[in-house]
């Protein structure tokens, strides 16, 4: 009986040691398969850009995946889905599995205009993402025609006051950042004037050279050829600091009015819930990146002041970004084309 008692016992304990053993060589092959984030990247990585190819916003993008990708020791490889205003290419990232290897390129307008000028977005720009790093901006810039007799921003804001509604500013389209900064600056400076939208800032541009439209904003990156050739004369920059290509134009901070800062601006975003150790191993590369040479002359050659935040540090901007723009485009009742 006790030779019997003994052997059951033994088969037990064998049985449990071979179960334990099972049960840890198949913890051992998932954990093999699957992407430890301390190894991250193990592979390529898809950089979505919600806008068409070529623009400041895709040259800043393509620049940053090429130093990225030698930085991560993998393949950044952009693609641009252009849509919506942006609309598109973040709503395929907000859904994507939230594992690093599907990042997106948002802009002022995908986080920060975009969830106040569409009212059924298909995504949170809040809850669907996580910042990795606020890359910079380029800021609005107001001109009038070089024949103008409006030569300075308090010029503009008399003329306004004695016959308002009859100066004209041109955008790119409604709900543009071309038009908003148009309506910040209209409500900074309690003015009343007359948004005149266009199909894209090249007519609108054409139409102020022909005396059309009284001024606009547009980037400082595509007012500098008509400045430079002397057919358009800047009045102020939408920035908390005068721009490298503009020194001798004062920001409008500098006349009175510092809630003007309109700037068209990009960094990186994740999906929501993506693993801190990739946010953090990410957040790294993108630091290191932005100092990359490469880097720095096309934001330079594109007009973007350079301006590195961090995860924490662009969350709070969005969620600031997203306040203001939000309040802009209600009390102007401004709608998307």
């Not at 290897?101 to 307008?109: I, K, P, Q």
Request: charged letters at 15%; hydrophobic letters at 45%.
């Amino acid at each position: 009986m006790t030779t019997i008692t003994t052997s059951v016992a033994g088969i037990a304990l064998a049985a449990a040691l071979t179960g334990l053993l099972v049960h840890g060589a198949a913890q051992a092959q998932a954990q093999a398969q699957a992407p430890s984030p301390q190894a991250f990247p193990t592979r390529p990585i898809q950089m979505v850009v919600p806008f068409a190819a070529g623009g400041a916003i895709d040259q800043m993008a393509r620049a940053m995946g090429a130093s990225l990708s030698r930085e991560l020791g993998q393949q950044v490889v952009v693609e641009n889905k252009p849509g919506a205003g942006g609309n598109i290419g973040a709503e395929q990232i907000a859904k994507a599995a939230p594992t690093g290897y599907s990042v997106l390129v948002g802009t002022s307008a995908t986080h920060g205009v975009n969830p106040a000028l569409f009212p059924r977005l298909p995504f949170d720009a809040v809850r669907d993402f996580t910042p990795i790093a606020h890359w910079g901006s380029v800021p609005n810039v107001l001109v009038v025609r070089a024949s103008s007799d409006i030569r300075s921003v308090p010029d503009l804001i008399a003329q306004a006051q004695r016959e308002p509604g009859k100066l004209t500013f041109g955008s790119a389209g409604n709900g543009t950042s071309l038009h908003l900064a148009g309506e910040l600056f209209k409500q900074a400076a309690s003015v009343d004037m007359t948004h005149v939208p266009y199909k894209g800032g090249a007519p609108a541009a054409v139409d102020l050279l022909g005396g059309n439209i009284a001024m606009m904003f547009d980037t400082v990156t595509v007012s500098l050829p008509n400045l430079k050739a002397g057919k358009t004369r800047a009045l102020a920059v939408a920035a908390a600091q005068r721009h490298p290509a503009l020194p001798d134009v004062p920001t409008f901070a500098e006349l009175g009015y510092p809630s003007v800062v309109c700037a068209t601006w990009a960094g990186m975003f994740v999906p929501a819930a993506t693993p801190p150790a990739v946010v953090a191993a990410l957040t790294a590369a993108n630091r290191r990146a932005l100092a990359d040479p490469a880097v720095v002359e096309v934001m330079n050659n594109t007009g973007v002041q350079i301006h590195f935040m961090d995860s924490a540090a662009f969350g709070d901007y969005v969620g600031s970004e997203i306040a203001l723009w939000g309040g802009i485009v209600k009390k102007g009742n401004i709608r998307a084309d």
